[in-house]
């Protein structure tokens, strides 16, 4: 699909629906996330960016409490009343009623809407659908009750109906950083405070996001397996999260692990380290230091925190050989899904026709490869002065 036709194809799709054209359209993004693996749920720090796909809603409100969504993608049609929440079969349609319960449940009153949705962020890629999702829904509802817009708050909400409604033991940087992602730049996220600092990417350089064309289905035992072993080491090292141990004192106290959790917190420890190193390095524009601290997190997902797979070591060293490349790593959750590279902007064609050739050859996968703009993170897409809002 051609993300540059979603706003027309949402509308369109709106009108033939329900007869004129959507008075609010909204979107929120996907994410890639740069450094910073592993490390939300351990209070510890992530620098994601908000990509240039995502889930676009194009809806208006209802004098009602029901809301009636209908997918473009998957052709299906989800009815439900504000009053009465309920899970059922459709899954993609728990995310959006997952965002109303969280809403609700913090004291948010909602009013209903109707709408169409849609989406380019691939699902299960890694690449946050879900988040999208739900921040756009957020957004949509947001917009319709005259709710403030405050993205960690919001943020918080999505993260919350994603762990209760929907059942995925997920961290918060998914859902920050599609709800506060800028154009143009990543985001430094404390994901103890919830505080963000904007962070240019460096000049000349583009994020390209490399898809392996693998999929786990044990990804979430084994993440809820990752979280368990850093409570362990946190526990362990006597502190609340393991964003509280630096590098130093796990040199120092570390050997009385056992070797498994001591690798994992190894690279917890390391992770956030080199996730602020890059925050300035990026703020210094430099791009060979960014791609070291890169190739670095890569090596310890696969060796310390084992999270990769073949494929993703495979598609990694393809893109560190190819011409151009800062550095690589896998990105997200693991076991499947992307990679993502820092490449120099002059050679990005020769990067990705490289990469595609060399990632086919080897695994015999074709791969799906992005060449990603930074986007803002959840908006109102209408003009203000047609919409209202
Ligand atoms: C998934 C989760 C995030 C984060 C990453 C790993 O994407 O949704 O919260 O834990 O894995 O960094």
Redesign the pocket.
Known sequence: MNSSNVPQRITAAFTEHFGAPPPLVVRAPGRV?LIG?????NDGF?LPMAIDRAAWIALRPRADQQVIIHSLDLAQTAVFDLCHLTHDNQKWAEYIKGVAWALQTAGHKLCGWEGVVTGDVPIGA?L?SSAALEMATARAFAAVARLPWDAPTMAQLGQRAENEWVGVN?????QMISAAGKEGHALLIDCRALATELVPLPRDTVVVVLDTATRRGLVDSA?NERRRQCEVAAEYFGVRALRDVDVVQFEACAEGLDPVTRRRARHVVGENDRTRAAAIAMARGDAVRLGELINESHNSLRDDFEVTNTELNVMVECARRAPGCYGARMT??GFGGCAVALVALPAVEEFVSQVKSVYVKTTRRDSQIYVCRATNGAEIVTPQHESGY
């Open positions: 996330n693996e592993h490390t939300d749920y992530v890694g946050s997920c961290g918060i940087m998914d993440y997200g959750a």
